[in-house]
């Protein structure tokens, strides 16, 4: 297991990420101009492998379950651009939140039909460019909610795979997404351990005393927190991941507002350092 961090790219996070012993990036986007000029895409793969770092993703859109005709075409040109520039990197993973759109209207199998419409091209290229492809468990709106993400629990991540029954489809696991739901994440993951093809390093925090009070309609009992600074258990969780032979990178998504503005870095490098401690004691 490599750990590394989200991040847009820079030459400055690339230097801040080697500095701070990390191994790997997972890269918003990709920019453009790589996507229209492998050159720049080159310039930016010497840059990382100078720092002793590989991409170990590119996060970007996927389209929605509910895309028509056209926009789904749109989306398979630029996915497939991208799956090029995966080979280039090294058999980066292509990642992303969702897909969205479902439809509470419809019942969820009908929801999945949508989904098997839409991606079935998407995944058949995938194969043949030998590209994996995996959903970030992030609800959106909400899980089941109009408009949010089908892959959000251990129900529709069965459903969507069962309906694309590929190797190349998997999960970017992110406990934090689990806990709020009140989902298990040790034992999703167990459940799906052959699906999951990298991690979201985030955790959840959850605040009793607000829950008590307002219940679990009202927002603002919970927050997102860097691992190390709130309750998941990452040392049975990478013991497992380890037992089952999970080999794939480990990424600290930060959405931590007690580390933003000036203390961002220092979040990610105190992060990291409580994560190395995890992966080794496991």
């Known amino acids: ?149 089908l892959a959000v629990t251990p129900e529709t991540w069965e459903a969507m795979f069962d309906a694309i029954k590929s190797d190349n489809l998997g999960l970017e696991f992110d406990p934090s997404h689990l806990i709020w739901q009140w989902i298990d994440p040790i034992q999703a993951a167990r459940e799906f351990i052959g699906k999951i093809f990298i991690v979201h390093a985030k955790d959840t925090e959850i605040f009793w005393d607000r829950l008590r009070r307002t219940g679990a309609y009202k927002r603002g009992w919970w927050t997102y927190r860097l691992p190390g600074f709130a309750s998941f258990d990452w040392h049975r969780f990478f013991a497992l991941l380890i037992e089952n032979g999970f080999d794939g990178n480990v990424i600290i998504e930060h959405e931590d507002p007690r580390f933003g503005g000036e203390r961002r870095l220092l979040g990610f490098k105190l992060s990291g350092s409580y994560l190395r401690t995890c992966m080794m004691k496991s």
């Open 1 to 149: 297991m490599k750990l590394g961090i989200l991040t847009g790219f820079s030459e400055e996070m690339v230097r801040f990420a080697a500095e701070a012993g990390f191994e790997c990036l997972e890269i918003s986007g990709p920019p453009n101009e790589w996507l229209e000029n492998p050159g720049e895409a080159e310039k930016a793969k010497k840059l990382l492998e100078e720092n002793g770092l590989t991409v170990a993703s590119f996060l970007t859109g996927w389209p929605s379950i509910r895309a028509d005709e056209e926009e789904a075409k749109a989306h398979l040109e630029r996915l497939s651009k991208i799956m090029d520039l995966c080979k280039m990197m090294d058999d980066a993973i292509i990642t992303g939140a969702g897909p969205m759109g479902y439809d509470p209207g419809k019942s969820l199998e009908e929801n999945v039909q949508d989904f098997k419409r839409v991606f079935s091209p998407i995944v058949e290229l995938a194969e043949k460019k030998g590209v994996k492809l995996a959903f970030e468990n992030w609800p959106g709106r909400g899980p089941y909610l109009d408009g949010g993400s």
